[in-house]
């Protein structure tokens, strides 16, 4: 870890909804090691337009869940580390990074 790290705790089973107050960003957002945007491997720093990796400012104000499939999103709520249940251990296999990451630039 680093000193831009930082710990929010949440409840189990508790939601999460992500909003951000930008004039103009371009923010990642990772569940594990997953872009919440893709469903894909989570890469910060690797902005792609197609499927498109990332959120843009002020024209998406929020982001309240992960791709889960073609036009469906599932919210993002909190799991218990190595438990299975997190979108990292079902689309990478284990929970090897966990929490949720953010890239601004």
């Known amino acids: 870890r680093n000193d831009i790290d930082f710990f929010m705790p949440i409840r189990q089973a508790e939601a999460l909804w992500l909003s951000w107050d930008r004039s103009k960003a371009a923010i990642m957002v990772g569940a594990g090691g997953v872009n919440a945007l893709t469903g894909e491997g989570f890469r910060p720093g690797y902005l ?36 299975g249940a997190s979108v990292e251990a079902q689309v990478c296999g284990d929970d090897f990074r966990g929490g949720t990451q953010l890239f601004v630039c």
């Open 48 to 83: 792609q337009v197609d499927p498109q990796s990332y959120c843009t400012t002020p024209e998406q104000p929020w982001l309240d869940g992960i791709k889960s499939g073609d036009g469906v999103v599932r919210q993002f709520v909190a799991t218990t580390k190595g438990s």
